[in-house]
Protein backbone atom coordinates (compact mmCIF):
# COMPACT_ATOMS: atom_id res chain seq x y z
CA UNK A 1 0.00 0.00 0.00
CA UNK A 2 1.16 3.36 -1.01
CA UNK A 3 1.96 5.54 1.83
CA UNK A 4 2.59 9.51 1.72
CA UNK A 5 3.69 11.09 4.09
CA UNK A 6 3.58 14.98 4.14
CA UNK A 7 5.66 17.64 6.57
CA UNK A 8 6.00 21.62 6.74
CA UNK A 9 2.77 22.65 7.99
CA UNK A 10 2.37 25.31 10.82
CA UNK A 11 1.34 28.91 11.77
CA UNK A 12 2.26 31.72 9.91
CA UNK A 13 1.77 35.54 9.88
CA UNK A 14 -0.04 36.63 6.99
CA UNK A 15 2.62 37.39 4.04
CA UNK A 16 4.80 34.90 5.20
CA UNK A 17 5.83 31.53 3.63
CA UNK A 18 5.79 28.08 4.29
CA UNK A 19 6.92 25.11 1.98
CA UNK A 20 5.12 21.84 2.61
CA UNK A 21 6.76 18.18 1.61
CA UNK A 22 5.36 14.70 0.51
CA UNK A 23 6.90 11.78 0.03
CA UNK A 24 5.60 8.81 -1.52
CA UNK A 25 6.80 5.63 0.12
CA UNK A 26 6.97 3.90 -3.99
CA UNK A 27 5.17 5.06 -6.85
CA UNK A 28 4.52 2.18 -9.57
CA UNK A 29 3.07 3.86 -12.68
CA UNK A 30 5.69 5.84 -14.44
CA UNK A 31 3.20 8.43 -15.57
CA UNK A 32 1.31 9.71 -12.48
CA UNK A 33 -0.28 12.52 -10.52
CA UNK A 34 1.07 14.08 -7.79
CA UNK A 35 -0.24 17.30 -5.74
CA UNK A 36 -1.97 19.19 -3.08
CA UNK A 37 -5.84 19.64 -1.84
CA UNK A 38 -6.94 21.79 0.98
CA UNK A 39 -9.88 21.87 2.94
CA UNK A 40 -11.05 24.57 5.45
CA UNK A 41 -13.61 24.03 8.28
CA UNK A 42 -17.20 23.64 6.79
CA UNK A 43 -15.76 24.30 3.07
CA UNK A 44 -15.30 21.67 0.48
CA UNK A 45 -11.76 19.65 -0.51
CA UNK A 46 -10.27 21.82 -3.51
CA UNK A 47 -7.47 21.81 -5.48
CA UNK A 48 -3.97 23.91 -4.57
CA UNK A 49 -1.99 22.37 -7.28
CA UNK A 50 -0.79 19.37 -9.27
CA UNK A 51 1.94 18.29 -11.04
CA UNK A 52 2.33 15.20 -13.77
CA UNK A 53 5.79 13.06 -13.83
CA UNK A 54 6.29 14.61 -16.98
CA UNK A 55 6.38 18.60 -15.47
CA UNK A 56 3.01 19.74 -16.48
CA UNK A 57 1.25 21.62 -13.58
CA UNK A 58 -2.59 23.07 -12.83
CA UNK A 59 -3.41 25.35 -9.79
CA UNK A 60 -6.18 26.59 -8.16
CA UNK A 61 -7.41 30.13 -9.30
CA UNK A 62 -6.67 31.50 -5.27
CA UNK A 63 -3.55 30.64 -5.46
CA UNK A 64 -1.82 30.90 -9.30
CA UNK A 65 0.90 33.02 -8.53
CA UNK A 66 1.73 32.80 -4.78
CA UNK A 67 1.83 29.03 -4.82
CA UNK A 68 4.56 27.24 -6.81
CA UNK A 69 4.64 23.38 -7.13
CA UNK A 70 7.83 21.31 -7.65
CA UNK A 71 8.54 17.34 -7.74
CA UNK A 72 11.92 15.57 -7.37
CA UNK A 73 10.95 11.94 -9.18
CA UNK A 74 13.89 10.77 -8.30
CA UNK A 75 12.71 11.00 -4.33
CA UNK A 76 9.16 10.61 -5.32
CA UNK A 77 8.56 13.44 -3.50
CA UNK A 78 6.56 17.19 -4.41
CA UNK A 79 6.93 20.18 -2.88
CA UNK A 80 4.80 23.02 -2.27
CA UNK A 81 6.05 26.81 -1.88
CA UNK A 82 3.70 28.86 -0.73
CA UNK A 83 4.22 32.73 -0.50
CA UNK A 84 2.24 35.72 0.39
CA UNK A 85 -0.06 33.59 2.80
CA UNK A 86 -3.44 35.49 3.69
CA UNK A 87 -5.95 34.00 6.59
CA UNK A 88 -7.96 31.92 3.56
CA UNK A 89 -5.34 29.97 3.01
CA UNK A 90 -5.42 28.41 6.42
CA UNK A 91 -6.69 24.45 5.93
CA UNK A 92 -5.75 21.29 6.20
CA UNK A 93 -3.64 20.31 3.19
CA UNK A 94 -3.71 16.99 1.89
CA UNK A 95 -1.35 15.30 -0.40
CA UNK A 96 -2.12 13.44 -3.27
CA UNK A 97 -0.83 10.91 -5.90
CA UNK A 98 -2.78 9.30 -8.92
CA UNK A 99 -1.75 6.46 -10.25
CA UNK A 100 -2.68 5.84 -13.85
CA UNK A 101 -1.30 2.43 -14.48
CA UNK A 102 -3.62 0.98 -11.84
CA UNK A 103 -6.61 3.64 -11.64
CA UNK A 104 -5.93 4.70 -8.14
CA UNK A 105 -5.48 7.31 -6.21
CA UNK A 106 -3.96 8.25 -2.96
CA UNK A 107 -3.85 10.25 0.08
CA UNK A 108 -1.96 11.44 2.98
CA UNK A 109 -3.04 12.30 5.90
CA UNK A 110 -2.72 16.01 5.59
CA UNK A 111 -0.98 18.89 7.36
CA UNK A 112 -2.31 21.90 8.87
CA UNK A 113 -1.72 25.23 7.31
CA UNK A 114 -2.85 28.52 9.73
CA UNK A 115 -2.31 32.05 8.72
CA UNK A 116 -2.64 34.42 11.52
CA UNK A 117 -1.60 37.68 13.22
Known amino acids: QVQLVESGGGLVQPGGSLRLSCAASEIISSINFMGWYRQAPGKERELVAR ?3 TGSTNYGDSVRGRFTISRDNAKNTVYLQMNSLKPEDTAVYYCYLYEIAIRKDF ?3 GTQVTVSA
Do not use: A, D, V
Open 51 to 53: MTS
Open 107 to 109: WGR
